[in-house]
């Protein structure tokens, strides 16, 4: 009860104040800021602009962490007189917003409540753990409303693992939740729906019980043993109703986290290989069927969770199962090879198969063989491959953008099979710490403002300036805009309803300017 009153009075002082950022510098281009029991920086809640004016919050490499400033609107423009995209190639300067054209709905942001999150988290005292979540999930914070679950173990847990090790259990009667469900990821899912009542979780498998599949291994070339299908179907269901009955919905399950990690030689992730045409048959007889016959009907299947590259020939297999494609709501997409594969293949999936929503539910850095240190406490230039990919991604039809790990400590772990990486925020318990970096704060300048079934409208870019627009439920604009070059740019943002805002961007800097 004690507990309960202090975590009020916290909550209540936080609110009431918007928090600067306490820098610190270790040995990369930019800070991270500080966070403790007593302090983490915010964001107050404002009035939304009147009419005439604009709020703008920019971050930069410099240090500069969500800095508020307003400004008015400068005059009108004739919408007609706007060049086209082939003529703004020589207009540097200039950002157009067409709020007639709108795209796709946006369905949020978040991250996963990993093994090794939990862990992390866990070692903080209970005040500063609940800075963390409220930097992530509270209205003055990131708010985020999705977020991720593994479904028994993943890399980012201290051992392999899955729901029911019990050899041949066909019947699942040895299915439990384990302590790393009690003890890690339940009771920091459990705060963070507190905070965020519109939470929507997504749950999904690493690896099943390995006695369900072919090689009896948790990684390596495999596939589900076809007597295991309907007991594989079940599995799932068995997740849902454990976590239902601690008080948590799953608003979706994937068919599986990257399958064609099985098929990678040397690859030790836990993950289980699929056929396409039989991942069709598995959700058209079964885990379609199965939950739609259970009390989680209203689950949605996301199918792939994989890389970009893998869109349209491993779907078209999988949704040429006509039973299948009804059962699918979205397409889960990962980040990992998007250095390297056009968008538009997302851009062609999204017009093949208009009914199934893209969502990107993984992502992160520090996973490249050549990435060392795994952690770079400070970088700039991790936090701009999130902010330039989540634009890439949101621009090609992509209704939401998940992080991977919440939080991680300063090696980027732990992971039982050492692939550490990254993470936005990092924790120093020695000192009762966690760091927020660059990364965070790029994730943060979309999912604070960008609130779910906001529509994004059309925003044209130049070759320094990346931008993306978007309209909210309550009609407010935001415009996001990142400066790519190491030049200060003076830049005039059209918009043909409200009139002009010229503002002087700083260089490698994000804004996100809101307006009526």
Partial sequence: MIYKTIFFIVFFIYKGKANDCIPRK???????????????????????????????????????????????????????????????????????????KKYQEICGFGGAFTDATGINIKQLSELTQDNLLRSYFDDNGSKYNLGRIPIGGSDFSTRAYTLDDTKDDNELKHFKLTTEDLEYKMPFIKKAKVLSPKLKMVGAVWSPPIWMKSNNKYSGPSVLLKEHYQTYANYYIKFLQAYKSHGIDVWAVSTGNEPNDAWWPGANISSMG???????????????????????????????????????????????????????????????????????????????????????????????????????????????????????????????????????????????????????????????????????????????????????????????????????????????????????????????????IKMTVSSYSIHTILYK
Wanted: glycine residues 6%; hydrophobic residues 35%.
């Fill in 26 to 100: 270790f040995n990369y281009d930019s800070i991270v800021c500080v966070c403790n029991s007593t302090y983490c920086d915010s964001l107050s809640n404002v009035e939304e602009p009147k009419k005439g004016s604009y709020y703008a919050y920019t971050s930069n490499k410099e240090g500069l962490r969500l800095k508020f400033s307003t400004g008015t609107f400068v005059g009108k423009f004739n919408y007609s007189l706007i060049p086209d995209e082939n003529q703004m190639s020589s207009l540097s300067t200039t950002v157009t917003i067409n709020r007639d």
């Fill in 274 to 500: 699929w056929i396409p045409f039989q991942l069709g048959d598995w959700i058209a007889n079964n885990l379609g069927p199965t939950l739609a016959r259970s009390e989680h009907n209203e689950t949605a299947i996301l199918v792939l969770d994989d890389q970009r590259f893998y869109l349209i020939e491993f779907l078209d297999y999988i949704l040429a199962n006509k039973k299948a494609y009804d059962y699918i709501h979205g397409i889960a997409v990962h980040w990992y090879t998007d250095d390297f594969v056009s968008p538009s293949l997302l851009d062609i999936t999204r017009d093949k198969y208009p009914s199934k929503y893209l969502l990107l539910t993984e992502a992160c850095v520090g996973s490249k063989p050549n990435d060392h240190p795994k952690v770079k406490l400070g970088s700039w230039e991790r936090g701009e491959e999130y902010i330039l990919n989540i634009i890439q991604n949101l621009r090609h039809g992509v209704t939401g953008w998940m992080d991977w790990n919440l939080a991680l400590n300063k090696n980027g772990g732990p992971n039982y099979i050492n692939n550490f990486v990254d993470s936005p925020i990092i924790v120093n318990p020695e000192t009762d710490e966690f760091f927020k970096q660059p990364m965070y704060y790029g994730i943060k300048h979309f999912s604070r403002f960008v609130e779910r079934d906001s529509v994004r409208i059309e925003s044209m870019e130049t070759n320094d300036i990346k931008t993306i627009a978007f309209e909210t439920p309550s009609k407010i604009i935001v415009v996001i805009l990142y400066n790519m070059s190491s030049e200060s740019k003076n830049i005039t943002i059209i918009d043909s309803k409200s009139g002009n």
